[in-house]
């Protein structure tokens, strides 16, 4: 990949992160099996909601 763009890349990333609302996401909590972030799908979903059984 060339220097142009590999830093097209990066100012696109560095957009959504900033004013798109996105969170980088950290490849150790992806699940390929279920295509998403654990860590960052469960922060979606407020804890009223969720269901916890012992």
């Known amino acids: 990949m060339d220097d142009k763009e590999k830093r097209f890349e990066e100012d696109i990333e560095t957009y959504f992160l900033s004013k798109g609302g996105y969170t980088k996401g950290d490849l150790?909590?992806?699940s390929?099996?279920?295509a998403t972030d654990m860590v960052l799908s469960l922060n979606d979903i407020p804890m009223a909601a969720l269901e916890f059984k012992n």
């Open 28 to 30: 150790t909590t992806y």
């Open 32 to 34: 390929r099996e279920k």
